[in-house]
């Protein structure tokens, strides 16, 4: 058991000068090594193609990454209920390391994008266990305080990346938005060694080697279907039916093997649990509204209106600065109203804004666009924080790596199904039009693509409907 399960954490205060305070700081610069990533490459892609080239591949410098971190998380999640989260987490911070070095120093398209497939395996050890080591370390109430301080790690980044990704790419090279990685875990590492203290009771396990394979095999075939069928290849061509055929034998396959593992990978009894299971549902739905709004408003905006890039990441930016500011006071929301009528609430208002992003859809305006991406990120940061901590709340810290990673897992897998839907719907409408130069063809795809988000919407309000009714002390929302 870690010493943070205790419960002895919660007699202090929350903030910087806290006894866990150096803690909280060195989860801040952990996530801001995830949030800087996030939001700094896309600026710099036009950079990164006039020197490898290959246009056609750069695609993947974002799948790959996605891929990578979604199929990793169960793994790392499952271990660190094991091991503990201190050695999980500085993992990830060595892999995102390794490979912002060795993506600085890229020599063509197909380096640069394996390279990202090492920074996209330290972060699914890093987001989730940074999440982790917080609902760890403090009590609901206190997290209600501490979400803040996270939120503001995501509100600088969606402000200061790409302005970074901007700047580096004309001035100096593409190169420093990777090499802007290596004092930051280099810092967040020294601070997680020195400063986070942890405890686990020594014991012997027995590790599902079949399990995490057949897990890997399974979400990799799956997700690289669903990120590329349409895309690379056409939905009904070998290599598509291929990969789903191979992500069912082996889903199929690990389903049978985690009955009669001693110690599952994932234990699949955890998502039969009607909580988990609903706000499973939910950071699916969040996952597919992101990448609903952030991968076509800036296609929608440059193709209909030709504005310039940085304009249509300024109304992409409007979303992920609506988020933080949510998140920041969704614990005083939750603690007065309970988990259920926040997340509520907060679908409702994302409901809205996907509504008008859908309404507005033929008319193009980035200030409207920017409008309706604030409101539809203020609704998302009153769904996502609320409901990952009522999954922590409810089970104890064996458990609450699993629950963590199940969160983050179904976010990025929302992610990957969105993109097919969403591309899915834009490609057959181009196609049945005059091409992607042409205004008419790209209003309508886009405007069909955003009335898919607000149906979307729809249905993630629908599964918060089925969080238990009750405050945060509600026996629903206490580990047993």
């Known amino acids: 058991m870690s010493e943070t399960g205790n419960g002895a954490a919660s007699r202090s205060t929350v903030g910087f000068r806290s006894d866990r305070g150096r803690v909280l700081l060195a989860l801040m610069l952990t996530t801001g090594l995830i949030a800087i990533d996030s939001t700094i490459l896309a600026t710099a892609v036009p950079s990164v193609v006039k020197e490898?080239?290959?246009?056609?591949?750069?695609?993947?410098?974002?799948?790959?990454?996605?891929?990578?971190?979604?199929?990793?998380?169960?793994?790392?999640?499952?271990?660190?209920?094991?091991?503990?989260?201190?050695?999980?987490?500085?993992?990830g911070v060595g892999l995102f390391l390794l490979g912002s070095v060795l993506a600085a120093v890229a020599w063509n398209m197909t380096a640069l994008i394996a390279f990202r497939v090492v920074q996209g395996l330290g972060a699914g050890a890093t987001a989730p266990m940074a999440m982790t080591i917080v609902g760890d370390l403090y009590s609901v109430a206190e997290r209600a305080v501490v979400q803040g301080y996270i939120a503001s790690v995501w509100a600088i980044a969606s402000v200061v990346g790409p302005a970074l990704g901007g700047i580096f790419s004309q001035f100096v090279s593409w190169r420093w938005i990777f090499g802007v990685n290596i004092p930051l875990c280099l810092l967040a590492g020294w601070a997680l060694i020195r400063f986070y203290r942890e405890r686990v009771e020594p014991r012997r396990h027995r590790i599902d080697y079949a399990g995490a394979i057949l897990l890997t095999v399974g979400l990799t075939a799956f997700i690289l279907a669903l990120l590329e069928g349409g895309n690379a290849w056409a939905w009904l061509s070998p290599p598509s039916l291929a990969s789903f055929g191979i992500a069912v034998a082996a889903l199929v396959g690990f389903g049978l093997v985690e009955r009669r593992a001693a110690e599952p990978v994932l234990d699949l009894a955890i998502l039969r649990r009607p909580l988990i299971l609903t706000t499973t549902g939910l950071s699916l739905g969040v996952g597919a509204l992101l990448i609903g709004v952030?991968?076509?408003?800036?296609?929608?905006?440059?193709?209909?209106?030709?504005?310039?890039?940085?304009?249509?990441?300024?109304?992409?930016?409007?979303?992920?600065?609506?988020?933080?500011?949510?998140?920041?006071?969704?614990?005083?929301?939750y603690l007065a109203h309970g988990y259920r009528t926040t997340v509520l609430r907060g679908s409702l208002i994302a409901l809205a804004g996907s509504i008008g992003l859908a309404v507005s859809g033929p008319w193009p305006n980035p200030w409207t666009v920017a409008g309706v991406c604030f409101v539809t990120g203020f609704g998302l940061g009153w769904?996502?924080?609320?409901?990952?901590?009522?999954?922590?709340?409810?089970?104890?810290?064996?458990?609450?790596?699993?629950?963590?990673?199940?969160?983050?897992?179904?976010?990025s897998a929302g992610s990957a199904v969105g993109v097919a839907v969403f591309g899915a719907i834009a490609t057959n409408v181009i196609a049945a039009g005059r091409g992607e130069h042409d205004y008419a063809t790209i209003v309508s795809a886009s405007s069909w693509v955003f009335v898919a988000v607000a149906v979307t919407a729809v249905a993630t309000l629908l599964s918060g409907l089925g969080l238990p009714r009750g405050g945060v002390d509600a026996p629903a929302y206490s580990a047993s």
Do not use: H
């Open 52 to 91: 490898l080239g290959e246009f056609e591949q750069f695609p993947w410098l974002f799948s790959v990454y996605l891929l990578a971190q979604a199929v990793s998380v169960p793994i790392y999640s499952k271990l660190a209920d094991t091991i503990g989260r201190k050695p999980i987490i500085l993992v």
């Open 294 to 333: 952030t991968s076509f408003v800036p296609t929608y905006l440059e193709n209909a209106l030709g504005v310039a890039p940085l304009v249509s990441g300024a109304a992409v930016a409007a979303l992920t600065l609506g988020w933080p500011l949510a998140a920041s006071m969704a614990g005083r929301l």
């Open 383 to 411: 769904v996502a924080a609320p409901s990952l901590i009522a999954a922590q709340a409810s089970v104890d810290w064996s458990e609450r790596g699993v629950v963590t990673g199940i969160n983050v897992f179904a976010r």
